[in-house]
C-alpha cells in the first residue's frame, strides 16, 4: 500500500493538510513534563472558590432486544461557565463537560447509543473497556456529523467503519468492578477534542466490591483532573483551534511535545473546594490531562501531609490496600483510593497540591472538613483475589520502542521507529496466551493498552514501582527507562492498538496496531 502522510491518510473535507517537517523537538521547560505550556489571556480566578461539581450520572432509557442497559448520549457544542462570570464552548457528552457518569455492573451488559451533533467527526473508545473490536473506538471508526456527514467525505484509502449521525457501541461488561473512563479517540484529533471536553467517568460495579466496607454514596468521589488554558473571551485555547470548529486543528508541529495548561480544573472547576465530614471518603482519581503528569499531595497546616490508602488500579481493586505519601499520575491513569479525614476538627483545611507543577499548577483543590459525622466505613486488610500474571516458561516476548524519529515525510513520534498504520499489524498475539511486552522510551511516555490490562513485572532491574501494583493498562514510562509487563488477551479477536497516551504523541502518529488472533 502507498503510504499517505498522516493527516493525508485521514483525508476528511475540513481536517488540517498533511504536517510539513519539524523544524525541531524540545522537552519544554515544565519539570517532569513533555509538552509545552500555553498561558492564559485572561486574569485567572482565586483559588478554592468554586465548589467541586460532580458530574451527573447517566441513566438508562430501557433495555434492547438482547436485554442489555440501553443509554442514549447526544454529543453536542453547548457553552458552560467554568472560569466564573464566563461563558466557555466545549464538547460535551450530553453537552456537558466531564459528561455523565455511567454506573454499570458485571455481567449486564450495555448498549451506547451515541449521536454526534458535533460539527466535527467522532470516535468514543472506553478506556479500559474489555470491549469487542468493533465497540472499541478504532481510530478511523468515525461517526460523522448528524445532519452534515455529507461535509465529510472519508479518503478512498480509510480503513474504518464510518457512520452517518450515529454509532452504536455494546459494552459486555464481563470485567472487574474498576474506574474506566470514556474519551474521543478519532485519528489524529484525539488532543483538541478531548481538550474541548469530550471525557466522562464510566464506572464498573460488583458483588466483590459491594460487600467491603468503603464509603459510599456522598463520600465516593469522582475526581476527574486536567490542565486546561483559556483565551482572552474565555475559550479554551489551544494551539491553531479556531472556535467555529470547523477547521478543527491536529497538533501543530511547535506543540508535538505536548500541550500544558495552566489552569487545574477537577471535574471541570477551576481549583475546586469541596465540604467534607470528619469521615473517610472514597477518591477515583483519574488524570485526563493531554500531557501534564501530577504528583499529588494531601498538605494540611501544622500536621504531617494526610497519607493515600490506594485500595485500586486502574482496573480494578488490589489484593490489599497500600499506603502512599504522595501519588504520581500520569494521563490515562487511574487511582482508588481512601482519604480519612476522621481526626480533623471541623474548620481544617486539606489542600491537594502538585509539587511537580509551577505556579498556579502547585495547587489542585481543598477539602474543608465542615462537621463530626458517624462513619462505619473502614479499609479491610483484604481487598479481592488478585491473579498473578505469571509468564509461562519460553513465553513469547516483544519489544516496543517509544521515541522520536522520522518515517518518510513524517517526522514526529514513532513506536518501533514507525508511525501509525492501521493497515500494519505490529503484533499479533494468540488469544488466551500471556505474553511479556517491554516498553522503551526516550522522554515520558504513559503507554495505554486496547482490550485487557497487564501486570507491570519490572522497572529496569528493579520490581514494579510503588504506582505499579495491581492490573493496569496504562503504564507511566519515564525518560530513557526500561519496564516490562505481562499481558495477556481474552475473548475477542480483532484489531486493536497500544499507544502513547500523551494525547500530542497520539495525535502524532505514536500508535500501533495490533492484532488478536
Given at each position: 500500500?502507498?503510504?499517505?502522510?498522516?493527516?493525508?491518510?485521514?483525508?476528511?473535507?475540513g481536517?488540517?493538510?498533511?504536517?510539513?517537517?519539524?523544524?525541531?523537538?524540545?522537552?519544554?521547560?515544565?519539570?517532569?513534563?513533555?509538552?509545552?505550556?500555553?498561558?492564559?489571556?485572561?486574569?485567572?480566578?482565586?483559588?478554592?472558590?468554586?465548589?467541586?461539581?460532580?458530574?451527573?450520572?447517566?441513566?438508562?432509557?430501557?433495555?434492547?432486544?438482547?436485554?442489555?442497559?440501553?443509554y442514549?448520549?447526544?454529543?453536542?457544542v453547548?457553552n458552560?461557565?467554568?472560569?466564573?462570570?464566563?461563558?466557555?464552548?466545549?464538547l460535551?457528552?450530553?453537552g456537558?463537560?466531564?459528561?455523565p457518569?455511567?454506573?454499570?455492573?458485571?455481567?449486564?451488559?450495555?448498549?451506547?447509543?451515541?449521536?454526534?451533533?458535533?460539527?466535527?467527526?467522532?470516535?468514543?473508545?472506553?478506556?479500559?473497556?474489555?470491549?469487542?473490536?468493533?465497540?472499541d473506538?478504532?481510530?478511523?471508526?468515525?461517526?460523522l456529523p448528524?445532519?452534515?456527514?455529507?461535509?465529510?467525505?472519508?479518503?478512498?484509502?480509510?480503513l474504518?467503519?464510518?457512520?452517518?449521525?450515529?454509532?452504536?457501541?455494546?459494552?459486555?461488561?464481563?470485567?472487574?468492578?474498576?474506574?474506566?473512563?470514556?474519551?474521543d479517540?478519532?485519528?489524529?484529533?484525539?488532543?483538541?477534542?478531548?481538550y474541548?471536553?469530550?471525557?466522562?467517568?464510566?464506572?464498573?460495579?460488583?458483588?466483590?466490591?459491594?460487600?467491603?466496607?468503603?464509603?459510599?454514596?456522598?463520600r465516593?468521589?469522582?475526581?476527574?483532573?486536567?490542565?486546561?488554558?483559556f483565551?482572552?473571551?474565555?475559550?479554551?485555547?489551544?494551539?491553531?483551534?479556531?472556535?467555529?470548529?470547523?477547521?478543527?486543528?491536529?497538533?501543530?508541529?511547535?506543540?508535538?511535545?505536548?500541550?500544558?495548561?495552566?489552569?487545574?480544573?477537577?471535574?471541570?472547576?477551576?481549583?475546586?473546594?469541596?465540604?467534607v465530614?470528619?469521615?473517610?471518603?472514597?477518591?477515583?482519581?483519574?488524570?485526563?490531562?493531554?500531557?501534564?503528569?501530577?504528583?499529588?499531595?494531601l498538605?494540611?497546616?501544622?500536621?504531617?501531609?494526610?497519607?493515600?490508602?490506594?485500595?485500586?488500579?486502574?482496573?480494578?481493586?488490589?489484593?490489599?490496600?497500600?499506603?502512599h505519601q504522595?501519588?504520581?499520575?500520569?494521563?490515562?491513569?487511574?487511582?482508588?483510593?481512601?482519604?480519612?479525614?476522621?481526626?480533623?476538627?471541623a474548620?481544617?483545611?486539606?489542600?491537594?497540591?502538585?509539587?511537580?507543577?509551577?505556579g498556579r499548577?502547585?495547587?489542585?483543590?481543598?477539602?474543608?472538613?465542615?462537621?463530626?459525622?458517624?462513619?462505619?466505613?473502614?479499609?479491610?486488610?483484604?481487598?479481592?483475589?488478585?491473579?498473578?500474571?505469571?509468564?509461562?516458561?519460553?513465553?513469547?516476548?516483544?519489544?516496543?520502542?517509544?521515541?522520536?524519529?522520522?518515517v518518510?515525510?513524517?517526522?514526529?513520534?514513532?513506536?518501533?521507529?514507525?508511525?501509525?498504520?492501521?493497515?500494519?499489524?505490529l503484533?499479533?498475539?494468540?488469544?488466551?496466551?500471556?505474553?511479556?511486552?517491554?516498553?522503551?522510551?526516550?522522554?515520558?511516555?504513559?503507554v495505554?493498552?486496547?482490550?485487557?490490562?497487564?501486570?507491570?513485572?519490572?522497572?529496569?532491574?528493579?520490581?514494579?514501582?510503588?504506582?505499579?501494583?495491581?492490573?493496569?493498562?496504562?503504564v507511566?514510562i519515564?525518560?530513557?527507562e526500561?519496564?516490562?509487563?505481562?499481558?495477556?488477551?481474552e475473548?475477542y479477536?480483532?484489531?486493536?492498538?497500544?499507544?502513547?497516551?500523551?494525547?500530542?504523541?497520539?495525535?502524532?502518529?505514536?500508535?500501533?496496531?495490533?492484532?488478536?488472533?
Open positions: 500500500m502507498t503510504r499517505l502522510s498522516r493527516r493525508g491518510f485521514l483525508g476528511l473535507l481536517a488540517a493538510g498533511a504536517g510539513a517537517a519539524l523544524a525541531g523537538c524540545g522537552l519544554g521547560a515544565a519539570p517532569g513534563q513533555t509538552g509545552e505550556q500555553l498561558t492564559s489571556a485572561l486574569p485567572l480566578p482565586e483559588a478554592f472558590r468554586v465548589p467541586l461539581p460532580v458530574p451527573p450520572v447517566a441513566r438508562p432509557v430501557g433495555t434492547d432486544p438482547t436485554g442489555a442497559d440501553l442514549r448520549v447526544t454529543q453536542r453547548a458552560v461557565e467554568i472560569l466564573p462570570g464566563l461563558r466557555t464552548p466545549v460535551g457528552y450530553d456537558i463537560f466531564p459528561g457518569t455511567f454506573e454499570t455492573r458485571r455481567g449486564r451488559p450495555v448498549v451506547v447509543q451515541h449521536r454526534n451533533e458535533l460539527p466535527v467527526p467522532t470516535v468514543v473508545h472506553l478506556h479500559g473497556g474489555h470491549t469487542p473490536a468493533e465497540s473506538g478504532w481510530p478511523l471508526d468515525l461517526v448528524a445532519g452534515n456527514a455529507a461535509g465529510w467525505t472519508p479518503h478512498h484509502g480509510m474504518g467503519d464510518v457512520a452517518a449521525g450515529e454509532r452504536e457501541y455494546r459494552y459486555p461488561t464481563d470485567q472487574r468492578a474498576a474506574t474506566l473512563w470514556y474519551h479517540h478519532r485519528m489524529d484529533f484525539t488532543g483538541p477534542s478531548v474541548r471536553g469530550l471525557a466522562g467517568f464510566h464506572l464498573v460495579r460488583d458483588d466483590i466490591e459491594d460487600a467491603l466496607p468503603l464509603p459510599r454514596g456522598e465516593e468521589l469522582p475526581l476527574m483532573i486536567c490542565d486546561r488554558a483565551a482572552a473571551d474565555g475559550s479554551f485555547a489551544y494551539p491553531g483551534l479556531d472556535q467555529g470548529m470547523r477547521s478543527l486543528p491536529g497538533v501543530e508541529d511547535d506543540w508535538m511535545e505536548g500541550v500544558l495548561g495552566d489552569v487545574v480544573l477537577v471535574n471541570g472547576a477551576p481549583w475546586p473546594v469541596h465540604e465530614d470528619a469521615a473517610r471518603y472514597r477518591l477515583r482519581l483519574l488524570n485526563t490531562s493531554n500531557a501534564r503528569r501530577y504528583r499529588l499531595v498538605r494540611v497546616p501544622g500536621v504531617p501531609d494526610l497519607p493515600f490508602v490506594q485500595i485500586g488500579s486502574d482496573n480494578g481493586l488490589l489484593a490489599a490496600p497500600l499506603t504522595a501519588l504520581e499520575i500520569a494521563a490515562g491513569e487511574r487511582f482508588d483510593v481512601i482519604v480519612d479525614f476522621t481526626a480533623l476538627p474548620g481544617t483545611e486539606v489542600t491537594m497540591i502538585n509539587p511537580l507543577g509551577t499548577t502547585q495547587d489542585v483543590m481543598r477539602f474543608r472538613v465542615v462537621r463530626t459525622a458517624p462513619d462505619d466505613s473502614r479499609v479491610p486488610e483484604r481487598l479481592a483475589d488478585v491473579e498473578p500474571l505469571v509468564p509461562p516458561a519460553g513465553a513469547p516476548q516483544r519489544t516496543f520502542r517509544f521515541t522520536r524519529g522520522s518518510g515525510d513524517h517526522r514526529g513520534w514513532t513506536i518501533n521507529g514507525g508511525s501509525f498504520d492501521p493497515a500494519r499489524s503484533a499479533d498475539i494468540t488469544l488466551g496466551e500471556t505474553e511479556v511486552w517491554r516498553f522503551v522510551s526516550d522522554v515520558h511516555h504513559p495505554h493498552v486496547h482490550l485487557d490490562a497487564f501486570q507491570v513485572l519490572r522497572r529496569g532491574s528493579e520490581g514494579p514501582g510503588p504506582y505499579d501494583i495491581g492490573w493496569k493498562d496504562t507511566d519515564r525518560p530513557a526500561v519496564v516490562d509487563i505481562a499481558v495477556r488477551f475473548h479477536a480483532g484489531r486493536f492498538v497500544v499507544h502513547c497516551h500523551n494525547l500530542e504523541h497520539e495525535d502524532m502518529a505514536m500508535m500501533a496496531t495490533i492484532r488478536t488472533v
